[in-house]
C-alpha cells in the first residue's frame, strides 16, 4: 500500500507539547489523525497529584484537544506489548544489578516503534511527536540533532532511532522554546496551556520501585548486607534491588564521612558502599548500539558524552570493539557510571549514536 506523504498520525499524550505539535502540522497542510496510547492503567486517585501520564484525564484532554483542532482522534491500546517491553525488561534490568531506563526504552519500542506501525496501518506516512529535537536530512542519511531549546532537549532519550524512524518522524517542537509553546497554546486556548509536564515512570507515580516490583512479580526481596570494600559488613539493607550507583540518602550507615552505593553484587545479595572516590572510573563499555551519524564505527573517535539525562556532557574518545559494542575514555574521570543506563555521544549539536552501558572501567579505587 502506498503511503499517504501528506498524513500524520499525531502522537497526543494530553499535555501542552504534543496539542501544540499537531496545531503546526496542521498550520503545514498535513492531513493529521491524534491517536493517545494506552500504555499502562494509572488511574489511582493517589497519583492525581503527581507528574506522571497515562491517566484517565490525560486521554479526555488530548481527545478534548483533538476536537478543538477538528481532527479524528483514536486511543490505541498497548498495554500488553508495553508490559513485555517495557516493564518486564525494567524489572529484569533492576534484578540483575542495573539501572534502567524506562523512558528510552518506551521511546524505542512503543512511540517509534508501534506508533510507526500504526500509520503504515492507517496509509499515513509520517508520525509526529511534542519531542523537543530535530531532524536533518543530509545526502540521503537522517540525523538527529539537540533542540534549539537546549534546557528542553530531549535527544538523550532518542538516541536509539534508526534511520527508518527518523524518515517517519516529525518533530515541529525542535526549533520552539517551551516558553513559546506555553504562549501559542494559550493564544489558541488549550485547556492544557499550563499543564504540568508528566515527570514520573508512569507505571511507578510514586517512585518506589522495589514496592511496584513486590506487587507485580509477588517477589519479596531480601534483606542483605552493606559492606565496605575491605569485606567488613556496614549495616543491613532492605533489598538490593532498591539502591542505586551513587546513592547517599536512605542508606542508614554510620561513618566518619559520607558514604556511597558504589556497585552490588546481586548473586550474593550485598551492597558496597563506600568513599565518594570509590564513585569514580575513567571508561564505559556499552552494547544494544546504535549510530546515528554512521553505519558503522570503524575506528576512534572525539566526542562528547553524557551517561544521565541531564548531566553535562564530557568529552572522551568511543572506540570500536567486537560484536557491535564500544569502548568509551573519558577525558577526566566521571562519576557514578551505572550498568543499565544509556550513554550518548555527540558531536556539537549532532547525535552520534549510543548505547546501554554495561560496565564501568578503570575505576578509581
Not at 61 to 69: P, R
Amino acid at each position: 500500500m502506498e503511503l499517504d506523504r501528506n498524513g500524520v498520525l499525531i502522537a497526543m499524550s494530553g499535555g501542552v507539547d504534543s496539542s501544540v505539535a499537531a496545531f503546526l502540522m496542521l498550520e503545514k497542510g498535513y492531513n493529521c489523525l491524534g491517536t493517545t496510547m494506552r500504555l499502562y492503567q494509572n488511574n489511582d486517585s493517589a497519583t492525581n497529584n503527581l507528574h506522571t501520564c497515562c491517566t484517565e484525564k490525560d486521554v479526555e484532554d488530548a481527545e478534548e484537544c483533538a476536537s478543538k483542532l477538528g481532527i479524528p482522534f483514536e486511543v490505541a491500546n498497548f498495554t500488553s506489548d508495553f508490559k513485555e517491553k517495557i516493564i518486564e525488561k525494567f524489572i529484569c534490568t533492576y534484578e540483575a544489578g542495573g539501572t534502567p531506563n524506562p523512558c528510552i526504552d518506551c521511546n524505542r519500542y512503543m512511540k517509534f516503534g508501534k506508533l510507526i506501525e500504526l500509520a503504515e496501518r492507517r496509509g499515513l506516512f509520517y508520525i509526529c511527536t511534542g519531542h523537543y529535537a530535530r531532524i536533518e536530512e543530509r545526502n540521503g542519511r537522517f540525523l538527529l540533532k539537540k533542540a534549539v531549546d537546549q534546557a528542553k532537549d530531549q535527544s538523550y532519550v532518542l538516541y536509539s532511532l534508526t534511520q527508518n524512524q527518523l524518515e517517519h518522524i516529525k518533530f515541529p517542537l525542535g526549533e520552539m522554546t517551551k516558553t513559546e509553546v506555553r504562549a501559542l497554546a494559550e493564544r489558541e486556548g488549550f485547556l492544557n496551556a499550563h499543564k504540568h509536564d508528566s515527570q514520573d515512570i508512569c507505571f511507578v507515580p510514586d517512585g518506589n520501585y522495589e514496592a511496584f516490583m513486590e506487587k507485580f512479580t509477588g517477589k519479596s526481596y531480601p534483606e542483605g548486607d552493606f559492606k565496605f570494600p575491605d569485606g567488613k559488613v556496614a549495616g543491613k539493607h532492605h533489598g538490593a534491588v532498591g539502591y542505586t550507583i551513587g546513592q547517599r540518602r536512605g542508606l542508614g550507615i554510620s561513618y566518619s564521612e559520607p558514604v556511597y552505593v558504589y556497585d552490588k553484587d546481586m548473586e550474593n545479595n550485598v551492597v558496597y558502599v563506600g568513599t565518594e572516590n570509590m564513585l569514580y572510573s575513567t571508561g564505559l563499555i556499552a552494547d544494544d548500539v546504535n549510530w546515528i551519524l554512521f553505519d558503522k564505527l570503524t575506528d576512534s573517535l572525539k566526542v562528547t558524552a553524557k551517561t544521565r539525562y541531564r548531566q553535562k556532557e564530557f568529552p572522551a574518545t568511543v572506540e570500536p570493539l567486537e560484536d557491535d559494542k564500544f569502548k568509551l575514555i573519558f577525558d577526566e574521570p566521571q562519576r557514578a557510571v551505572t550498568k543499565g543506563q544509556a550513554v550518548v555521544l555527540y558531536q556539537g549539536d549532532y547525535v552520534v549514536g549510543g548505547g546501554t552501558i554495561t560496565q564501568s572501567i578503570g575505576e578509581m579505587r
